[in-house]
Structures are given as C-alpha cells and as structure tokens.
C-alpha cells in the first residue's frame, strides 16, 4: 500500500473499517499554528453518517484524540496524530462478503492483491470510513489556509441529473463557500437541493443507490503554487481526489467541455484589475495555467459513482465454490455518498495546497 | 519545479523548448530487457510536427541519442539518459513574448512563479515539445509491457463535437489497438476522422484552434496493480496525464457518467470466464476498483483544451508597462494538439503502469 | 520535520517525549506475515529503561496498542499503526528548560527551527523515548525477516574504552546473536561487560556520563540488496542509524580502519566454498560491495556520545535574558545509553533492510 | 537502481564508465542563480584524473555541456542537465573482468543483483568516474551556498598513518578553506601532505595502494538547517557521502572519539558572543546538535579504503567456469583515490546542505 500523501506536508492515513482505530498522521505542518478544534469537530460532523434520512443510520464516534504534535495548543513542528476509535462495528453484517466479492467494490481486487490476508471486514482499508481521518488532516490544513486568506469550498454539483448553479468562475467569494459550508445539504439553490434529495430517497426506496458531481472552489489562492512538471496543481489535486473512493472523474474549469470550443473562446484574456491584479476576464482554465495557480479562483470537479453497496440482488460468484452467486448487501448503507463527499473533497483539496504552498520557490 | 515521476521506474524530464536539448532519465527499468530503436522511431514519429497540414509544419530531429543505461542493446540496471538537440528553434519568434503573456498559456504564472527568470522561449519547460522524451520513455517501458501481455493503445474520441466511436469496454482487443496505432490519424471510424480533419482545418483556416477528447485502453494487465490509498491505479494515471499540457479533464469507464446512473445500472456483476477467470459483464468501472486493477480493460478518458497559441488577435497585459495589449500569436503552432498527444497519453499511462507493476507487492 | 523512513516498507514515527501518546505507522510490510507479540515484548523490554542501576529509574509502559493493519493476527497490507500510552511524565521536570538549552541536547536548535513552538518537555520528539516506536517497528522487520533466515544482532563493543570481543567478521552465526540478545547487558565477554558496568556506575557516581560502541551483525542477507547510487546498503544504514539521538558516528567492515592499510591487505579474496556459494576470505568490507550486499555477513559499528544530560553543573544562557547561566540537569537520566541503545541499532538497521530486501529488482 | 539523491533539490546521475556519455540532472535549483562556468572548470579539476605522479594518467574530457536549465546564464526552474561525453575509454582493458570478479570492487555484487545484464566494463555505474557529475553538481550547488555566505571545505586528514593537521572545530575560517581548495595536494601541512605522497609513490612502486581519511568543514550554515527524526542533517549527509565509492567510515564531531569521554567532556557550553549569537566553546558535537545544525562549523571525516584495482596478483574465481583463478589487475588507476575524492566529498556536502536548505521550515 501506499498510504502517504504529500511531500512537505505530509499525511499518512491508517486503520481499517473495522480495527481498533483509525487516524491520521500529520508531518511539516508549519509550526506555532493553534488548531481550533471546535472548527475541526464542526467539519467532520458534515461527513459524519447518521445525521439524516439519506446517510446510513450507522453512527460514528468521530471526534480524533491528539496523541502528538500539539503543545499548548499549537503545531510544535512535530507530526501531529490523530486517532478515532472504532467502536460501533458490526462484523457479522459483513461474513459472508469473504466469499462473495460486492459488485463495484475493491473486495475482489484487495482478495487477489492481498492474496486473501485483507481485512474484508467493511471494505477494510479501501472503506469510506477511511474519509474521517482525510477530513481531520483536511480541516487542520484548512485552518492554516485560511489564516493565509484562501478559502476552499464545494457544492453538490449534480445528482441523478438533477443540477445546482455551478460556482460563477470569477465572481466567488469566499462568504459563498462558507455559507454552504454551514447548511446540512450544501447547494447553492435549494430548491435544486430538495429534488436532489427526493431522487435519494427515491432510489433508498427501491434499494438502489445514485451519483453525482461535487464542484470545489478555491479562492485567494496566490500566483505561483504548483510544481510542473510532474507536480502541477491539477496532477497532485486529482492524485488526492482521485484517493477518495468512488471519484471516476476529475475535471478543472472547463474540464471536459474544452472539447467543444475554440480556442478563441477557451482562452481566458489577461487584463489588469483595479488594485494592480493581473487576473483574467473568464476562467475557463479554472485557476491553474501551466499546472501553476493563476490567482483565478481555481474550479475542480469530481464525479463520484453510486454507492456499490446496494439492498437489490446482483449477480457475484463465490471465490471458494468458484461458482455463480447472487448477494444482495446487507449492513447500513448510504443511498448516496455525494452529500457526505462533500467535505472530502475540500479536505483533499485542502491537505494538497498546503503541501504546495509549503512546497513553493520562495 | 518536480520533473521526477515514479517510485520504482523513476522518470526524470528536463530541457526547454529552447535550450541546447532536452531529454528524460529513466530509472529503475527492469535489467536484461532489449530495447528496439526502430520500435522507438516508428512510436516517436506518431508524435512529430510537420506530417501533415494539421499539425505545426515546424520540423523537429526528434530521435534521441542514448547516452546510458543499455549494454549490448539491453537494459542493465544502470538509469537510462535520451537526449534530442534542439536545433529547430527560431528564439526571435518568441521575443515579445517575454512581456506579453499568451492568454491560456503558462507564460505568466510561470513568471510570477520564478521571478522573472524563467525561460520564456517556446515556453519553456512548459512546452508541448517536452512531451517528446516523455514519448520515449513511454515507448521503452511499451516494449517491456507488451513483453508482458499488457498493450496500451488510444484513439481520438471527440474533436469539436465530431465524435469517433468508443471502445467496447470488455471486447477491446490488442489488434485493434495496434491497428490504430498504425493509422496517421487515430480513430476507430475514418468517416468521424475525415469530420474532425475538416473541422481542425476549418479553425486553422480562421487563425483558431480546437481541442478534443482522447480515449486510451489497457489490455492485458493483471489483477492487483495500483497501490491505494494515495497511489492507487486513478490517482497515478490522472497525476501523469494531467501532467501533458492542456489536459483539463481525466475520467475512467463510465466516468463523468456515473452521475446519471443507478448503483443497480453502475455496478458490473462478476462471473467466472470459461478459462477459469473471474472476470465482469459490463466495465463501466474502467478496469479498477479500489484503485487496484481488475483485470478488465482499463479505460481513460482525458480532455484536451484548443491549442492557446492562436494568430487571432486575443487581449492580454503587458507586464512591463503594466498597461493593456493585444497579441496575435504568431510562430508555428497545431490548430490542433489532439492527434500528436495520442502517443502522449499511451507513454503516461505505460510509464505509470511499468512503474505500478514493478511496486507490486510479491 | 521529516519522521518518515522507507520507500517500500515504510515507517512514519511520531510523538513528543510528553504528549499523550507515541507511536509508529508501518505502511508496505509484505502480507499475511504473522506477528507474534510476545516475540515484541521480548524485545522492546531490551530498551526499557528502569531495569537496573545503570538506566534511569523512569518506568515505562511501553508495550504498545496496535491500531490496524493487522487481522487475525496477520498482516492484511493495511498500514500497521501501533500506540504507547504516555503516561508516567514529569513535566515539571522539564520546566526551566524552556529558558536554559541544556549542552548537548537539541533544545537550542530545535528552539531556534520551530521559532520557539516545540515542545521542549523532555526533549520532545527529539527524545530518546521516541525509539521506543522504531523498536517496535524494528520487532515486527526483524520476524519477517528472520522467516527469510536473516538475523540481525547486536552487542556493545566498548565503553569508555573497555573493550568487549569484537564480532569474528566471516563466522558469526545466528545462534551467537540470539544469546547476546538475551543477556541483561549484551556483550560477547562478560568479563569486559562487568568492566564497563562498573565503568558507567563510577560515572553515575561522579554525576557523569559515558558513551560507548555498538557493533551489529546481520547473517543470512543474500547477495543484491542495495539500490546504488544513492540508495546503496551503506548509505541507507547509515541514514536509518544516524537517526538514533546520540549516534555521531558510523562504520562498516574494516570502517575508518582502512586508512592505515594496502588495498593488498583490504581486499577480500572471493573463493567458491563447498556449497557453491561465493564467499570472501575476510570480510573487510563488512557485507557490503559497491553498495549491494556480498553474502557475508554485514557489520557495522555506531558511536554513542555520553548522554548529555548529567547532575554536574554546567555553563549555559538564558534565552530569554540573554546572559549566561550554570544548569545542573536533573530528573532521571540514564549514565550511560548504550544498553539500551543495543536494540535501536537492531532495528534501524531491521527496519532499513527489510525495505531495501522489499525494493530489490525481481 | 536509486540514482537521485533529495526532495527539494534533487540531483539525478546517469552513465555508466564506458556508455557514450554521463551526467546530471539537477531539480529544483534556486532561480536566478548565475552560475560561473569558470569557477564550476575549477573545482571539477579537484577531481581529474591525469594531472601527477599519484593519480591514474588516463585523461577525461570532463567539462560538462549544458543542456537545459540555464537562461542568460542564470538557473530559470527547469531543471538542470549536464552531460560529459565518454571519449578516452578502452573498454578492451576490461574485457576479462566480466568473468574474474575483482576483489574489494562491486563486479560479483552487481552481477549477481542485475542478473548478469550489468555494464562491467570499467565498473559501469559503479565507476568513480560517476563522481565527476557529482562534482558539477556539488560545484554549482557551492555557488548558490557561497553567495549566503556558506562555505565547504575539505582537506586529506590521513594517508597510510601519515596525519595532517586537523580543522579547529571552532575558528576555521572560509579563507582557510578556500586557500586549500587552490593547492594541488589539499593538506594544512604541507610536510604532512609530501609523506603522504611518499607513501602513495611507495605504494605504486609496489602495486598496491593505500586509503585514508578526509575531513570536511562547513562554516557559515544558519542555525536550524536538518530535519529530523529521519532527516536529519548527519543522516543525510552520511547518505550523501557514503554514496561516494569506496567510503566505508563518516562521523560528525568527536565522532568514534565520544566513546572515551565523559559526558562532562563531550558536551560543549553554551554562550553568547560579543554579537549576540549563541555559540559554543569547544565543538565536540561537530555543528550538529538533535540533527539540527547548530551554526557552530560542520565537521565530517569519511574514511575511504585503498583502491582495490591494484596490479599485484589477487585471489579470486572464474564466474562462469565455477573454480578459482587469479587476477592481476590491468588498466590505469589510481594507487591511492584520496586526493581526488576530496572535491567529491565537498560536492556531496553542497548538495545535501542546499536541499536541507531549501527544506527548511521558513
């Protein structure tokens, strides 16, 4: 495995779904940072599960005990640890899933790689719990960003095809973010949100499961972070991104629809602001030029597929018979992971900036 | 700047467009491997400018002199060094770049970034020329791939809406992937790719460009490559192909997709093959779950914005002056990158894939 | 700070001498390795301080809780996370030291890196206690290790210039290591090891310190490991030992002993033994060949500096009055480290082979 | 292999003795930095073979051409690469080396590691002629330093038990180091230096050779620099140095010397100077305290054995046909490396200390 991510802010994540505990460990953090942990147990409550109709009712001890790294209450300039117990387990839900790897999960994939010594138990290693700790290193990086002033922030883009208002690529503000930080299903438009909800419950219903894009912005990010040629912002944003199960997707600015346009209308023009700012009219490039910032708000989006784990028969086979199976997935199960994915992605987002602004040439 | 890639085969790119060469050391290749130069040759001219009337008619000499790392023809242990002279470059053309910067370009994040110092000609090491030694590298570790079954192979999806047909994500084959390997414009349907030439030639004709969408497919690689959590099987090709200028997207299997689907319609059920193999009905999970290959084929998908260098006339900053200026890019520039950035994408993805495979726990 | 070590099998140590908890993460061991606890205990005993007269009376708890990555007992390719509950800390023993850096220690330097936020109690993540995780981490290296028929061990060569049996550099066998390992005071002579007690006893009498040898073998490594240029056998041991607070100093085979000899005397003759294993008459090269081990057995020898904490009264500044000062160090300190630093050698250099072992090219 | 050494400047070599050329590539370089290509002649001169009685006449082209990395003369963030060019290579002197591993050299190691594929003709990658990139890259690195007041010095402490005058751990100065540097046998003392010519001659005369020590000073290094636990700056700098062939010794300080003091003895007082810096009286712990530099002079001496390409008749076996043979070592070598390894271990202290550097916490 490789469970470390960063190279001067460094995060290195462990534990399974169902050992003793799970955490995270923190290295290079710039030091004499106080870390509020009030702010970090408000956000990983947005990911915490059982808040809802639409999350699993499984619930999760979440808040991390700080074993190093702090003292007096500020990053010391050593690693920081962060542990969450795992207390409310059920393994028996997951027995027979030794046998009968769950479609679109990385049950058969671990079996063969970890020939057999995996921890099947909830997805071990490869489960979603796993996010908890991304989302403790990603609030801690978030609060030393954001004393630097740069904000990151994400909306439920899409879900079932149900669409919000995609973030103004340079208009945002970092108030917007926070706002929707604050609501218990971040849209910018609830009315879209309450039909995307109602598309949750509608598949709940039918034991099935939806997608759907997250969007992040960043904004005060300064000129120059990034590290071409191999470690350019969109390279090392969608390595983290990319670490978050369930993302097949990732996009910047345009993204995709650069495929449809002319250059004359991709490329985004140069003009000088007001206070002295270089900054561009539109930002189709999404904040990143030569895989270095542009001081644009940089725009990622990420498309994560439905919840594999699913009530409804499918069809599977039995590694030990070597023979067809049908399985349908029982335990507590999320309808839809999107709304919960939400801080992830921000974590994920945030845990790479603070390793390439620490990263930067000075 | 970070030019390094990979842990185990280790790539290392460096030169600018203007400077005396450029080039790539490769470490970490398997010993005892016979590298063919033809096989090389033929990889590399998918890439070279100058064939035809879409691309630059900018030559270059892009066979690279071997300085190290073979020994009667083979690998042996010692870092492979490639070096190709720059000897094409007309510097003057890029003169007034140094004040104004190309708007969709990396010339001023790249100037902020380094104070001024940076190479500006061409673009520096920003330019799509350095993805030559990244070709050939890609096209030494193909060779030892292929020895082992895996084939990498692309073909261009989507140019300005004209839409080639996709792979089959479980009957892809090698043949196929070596047949368009052999055409000078890569697609499965001519008829699409007769469409997309006329549609590129329509936007040099009016000074623009386009950009477009490549489609890549692995054959042949076993179950168990990709090392989550961070450096799973997405997160590494996405890290290396957003690492190609002008990549604004990268998705695998149903990608993007995802966000319409039903877990019930996403999930693809296994069984055994006949041969013993387990294998699964449909891929929409592009040959990895868990970021660990599943032995299906693996599918990529990576959009590609129009080329920034366009002779319309486009408005942008004079960074001397501090004041407003247009600029029509003049130079010799592709209206459209896609065709030359097929093999661009194969050699990502086979040097991430070498790599992967090498760090395969035993 | 950099508390990571390994590409392959990687270790990430944290914790500050009084935080609440320390502990190690080791990512990448190979899977479905047993590892047994008792085995550990065993072992991390040999570092426990508080034995005897010639350590520091402190107690620690030190076995530790292991978090994850392992199931059923195993192995499972998640990283193993194992935690030391701090718990019998003195803090205010430490008090004054925030203004006096002790001579010796790291308390100036790391005062001045981390502009004053580090934890300064106890030395902080600079503290001997912090080998207390890499021991851990050394126990579980050396039984996958010792599964592959390679034993590492290690003994005190000399304190204060009392001189213990060097190791036989050509006929050093496992068996021989195993018995130093479970002696009280790991010496080949006994005789000598009464000596240097008595040696570190007259020290702690006169409110001093001693310092002292180690030299360790490795019998069993097969010919290959090593990854030159810069990843060489030589070059990683040392890096993984020099990590050991105190060690200034780090020699292999014949070590700074080959400047008074002919290349005629140095070299080591190969012949075939019966076997058909290649081996050398002498092994003034310690194991090691242009960075790749021979086959014969490793040596290397590390030199401990006396600790620098002692009761007498040294000189000193103020740094917050800026003057001079006299500090006499109290609380428990061992007399002498070398004891206990016995088992550190043993697994830093456990640890560093059985990630280059995991590294070597197929 | 593992032929880059850094995180932050990382130098990359390749070639091997006899391949068509070799060279460096060096990332993340300072930008803006002129380099003088007169000075960087200069110091690679240190190194050249060919220049008197004691080293080998075989002449090297060695003055690097510069590829990439440079732009008007100053480092612009790409990154750097430099190739020599292997002309004056008989490979023919090594032909039966393939089969008749020499002692004391790592012929039988590398065979056995790359299978029988590695480059043996003249050591290959192994060669000491892979030092002279080192030394390109160790003299532009020595540039950098110098112009923030930092400066690297070495001299030859030992040959064969003749001994020169050892650096004054506290008030060595640049001046010293630099007037050393111009002499063509680095010695304090030149009588010192003349016997150890004499006994380098009286070697030759006998076929054999001798080894020796070189001790390495660094004044000027800021307070801070190092980044513990496993980076810390004798770990990296004992990487560094070991990875020069033939080093089988480095220590710091006292080095093995703190076996036989007394903590009392050992430590060194703190104090503040006249100018307010916090100094200490005696260097004992050689500039490095917790791994930290103290600002106090860095003091390092690496051991390097004999050369064992000697022309006596050595005892060694025939690879192929399994039974013993002699062998009497041809070519042209140097009977005692030392003189010429002493820029090498400058280079390796440049680069280690402007990576740990540019590492540094701001």
Redesign the interface.
Known sequence: ?????G??V?I?????SH?????V?I??L???EPIDMEEIQKFMKRRAPGRNAYSTPRKEEDMP???????EG????????A?IENTNTRSKDYDKLKDL?R????????W????????Y?GG???SGR?TAPLCFAGAVCMQILERKGIHVGAHIL????VEDTPFHGVQIQAEELEKIAQKEFPVQNDRAGEAMQAAILA?KE?L??????IECAVVGLP??V???????L???L???V??I?A??????????????????????????EAD?R?C??TN???G???????GMPLLL?A????????G?E????S?EK???ETLAVGGRHDPCIVPRAVPCVEAAVAVTLLDLLC????
Do not use: W
């Open positions: 495995m490789s469970s470390s991510f190279e001067k460094k290195t994540i462990f534990g399974q050992s003793e505990g799970i955490g460990v290295d290079g710039p030091v004499g005990r700080i074993l190093s790294g702090l003292f500020k990053t010391c300039g050593a690693p920081l640890c542990v790897p479609p679109g999960h990385g049950d058969y994939t671990a063969v790689k970890y020939q057999g010594a995996n921890d138990r071990g290693h490869f796993l899409s879900i079932k095809g598949a039918k099935d499961s939806v997608g759907g894009i000129v120059g990034g590290e071409p040629m191999f470690d350019g969109e390279s090392r969608a390595a983290a990319f670490a199960p993302v097949k997707g990732v996009e910047f600015g345009e993204g995709f629809g650069v495929a449809a346009l002319f250059g004359s209308e991709n490329n985004d023009s140069f003009y000088y002295g270089v561009t009219k189709h490039h999404g990143s030029l030569g895989g270095i910032s542009s989006r498309a994560f597929k439905p919840t594999p784990s699913i409804q499918q069809e599977t086979v590694l070597r023979q067809k990263r930067m040439e000075r």
